[in-house]
């Protein structure tokens, strides 16, 4: 229910008043109970008005509306109920409504615009944790935003798909992510469900996720059979109000694959999804224009850079105003790139010499420049310290999109040398560095307000994987087929140290590899698959001299003694997890 809904409540209330029942000559014993609750919302309703610009960001303006809400549904629901029957029954709960509205009014009296104001103030002052830097403002998107969320929560029954599109680094899923985090969003649905799908996905793994975020218990049996998941998420979501978000999606088969798990049960459930591809949203939605995002304004852009650049009151001096400009201009509305650039600025000294030779780097292109776009994210890595440049490129190990628990990599940039050991909290330093620069995306954060879970945006991502191969840092190994044909490409080098593989690991393990020169052998995967004790045991020989053994993505039932007595750094999954 949102404001509008609201409007219309009150609206039959107040033609149900005027209205003269044939049966009745008199004055009917219900007008009593009609005019108090038509008076009662009319009061609230002048409430939700003032709130339009303060309930999304202000915790204790939501609180108050989110109960607002949940009285009018109530009063929906007994006027409903009378409007069928003409029964004074259906006024039982009328005592208990009427006291919930006049508690609600009583807390809205004391938040006045005054009042309102400085709360919004006070929340944009505080911050739970100073280490952790505070997430990054959309800015110019506010009107996309409300856009959104009316969509998501609109009166349409329908089973309805809302389509947000736009090249990488536009903010796509950060617009998608602040929809799906709303609290009314979270209220107004039953289940919520989130999945990236990337360029390269597994058709199991995606419905696997789904399972996971809808609570379900899946069986090893179950997990390799794909009609037995779309079955299950059918059934889980069957009658049920929900929203699931289908976040950088690439391609028309990955719709395909799951959309027969969403049924249309007419009550409002919503898909929103995301792609940089016009066609792929047109194909799941034939019937709907997409919305485009659009690129950030010059002025938008430059009032971005100043906000990350000088938190404290987001102004620039005024002898770095003309370059900081022509800065924002260059990064041509794209808000990663401004993200990005404004991390390597506030990192660095703030001269108009040093600034000068930023936008001298960032150079000046064509929109959609690909190569370009490569060379602008690149300068914020080409001006890390060296220390940090081996942090960074490690994401390039993981699998694009893929969500890292960041207590796992600490360890694992310990285990590689990147930090001398017993020294986790310098560790976290080195992530957070990397956060204050937008290098690394905050996905979940742990009670205490440090990062639980982090990942890289695509682009960044790229970024990490070539850099990596450009400076040998990293080596992925190739499917089987891949190899074969192109002969010239084997598995990996003798002088690889570190080797990571994403998926295909039982057909790897047959091809027996084997190196006395790697020191790293990472299994990053997005799906679950199974590994053998004994094929666990021959990866850990074939490569003798491993100080990193990391196969967190694949289950296996026990950890061989061998490994677990060596010197050497491992992760793992146990089915019992």
Known sequence: ???????????????????????QICKTPWIDQLQLLH???????????????????????????????????????????????????????????????ETIKRDVSGFDDHKIQDLQHE???????????????IIGFDVEAREILDRLVGNRKQLDVISIVGMGGLG?????????NDPYVAYHFYDHVWITVSQTYQKNDLLLRICSSLSLTITNEAAMNTGKLREMVYKR?????????????????????????????NNGSRILVTSRLVEVALHIKPDSSPHLLRFLTVEESWDLLQQKVFPEDGSCPKSLKK????????????????????????????????????????????????????????????????????????????????????????????????????????????????????LVIVERKRLDGGIKVC?????????????AKEENFLHKIKPLEEQLSSPNTSGFR????????????????????????TRSFLLTSNYISGLSNESIFFLYSAFKHLRVFEFGGVFTPFLPSEIESANTCYSWKNLSD
């Open 1 to 23: 229910m949102i404001d509008t809904d609201v409007d219309c409540l009150i609206e039959t209330l107040k033609h149900l008043i005027n209205f003269n029942h044939p049966s």
């Open 39 to 101: 008076k009662g919302l009319t009061s609230l309703r002048t409430f939700l008005t003032r709130s339009e610009d303060t309930r999304y960001t202000v915790e204790k303006v939501k609180a108050l509306v989110l109960r607002i809400i949940d009285v009018a549904i109530e009063v929906e629901h007994m006027v409903d109920s009378f409007v069928a029957s003409f029964d004074n029954d259906c006024f039982l709960e009328l005592d208990n409504v009427v006291r919930q509205m």
């Open 123 to 137: 929340r944009s002052s505080s911050r739970v944790n100073p280490a952790i830097p505070k997430e990054d403002n």
């Open 172 to 180: 796509k899923t950060t617009l998608a992510k602040r929809a799906y």
């Open 237 to 265: 979501l069957k009658g049920k109000r929900y929203l699931i978000v289908i976040d950088d999606i690439w391609g028309v088969e990955a719709w395909d694959d799951i959309k027969i798990c969403f049924s249309n049960d």
């Open 323 to 438: 370059t900081g400009k022509q800065i924002a201009e260059r990064c041509r509305g794209l808000p990663l790139a401004i993200l990005v650039i404004s991390g390597l600025l506030a990192k660095t000294e703030k001269t108009v010499e040093w600034w000068t030779r930023v936008l001298d780097g960032i150079g000046s292109y064509l929109v959609g420049d690909p190569e370009q776009d490569m060379n602008t994210l690149a300068l914020s890595y080409n001006h890390l310290p060296q220390h940090l440049k081996s942090c960074f490129l490690y994401f390039g190990a993981f699998p694009e999109d893929f969500e890292i628990d960041v207590r796992k990599l600490l360890w694992l940039w310990v285990g590689e040398g990147f930090i001398e050991p017993a020294t986790e909290n310098i560790a976290e330093e080195y992530l957070i560095n990397l956060v204050e620069r937008s």
């Open 455 to 467: 990942r890289v945006h695509d682009l960044l991502h790229d970024l990490c994987f070539n850099k």
């Open 494 to 517: 003798a002088t690889d140290r570190r080797l990571f593989i994403h998926s295909y690991v039982p057909d790897y393990v047959i091809s027996k590899p084997s190196s006395s020169n």
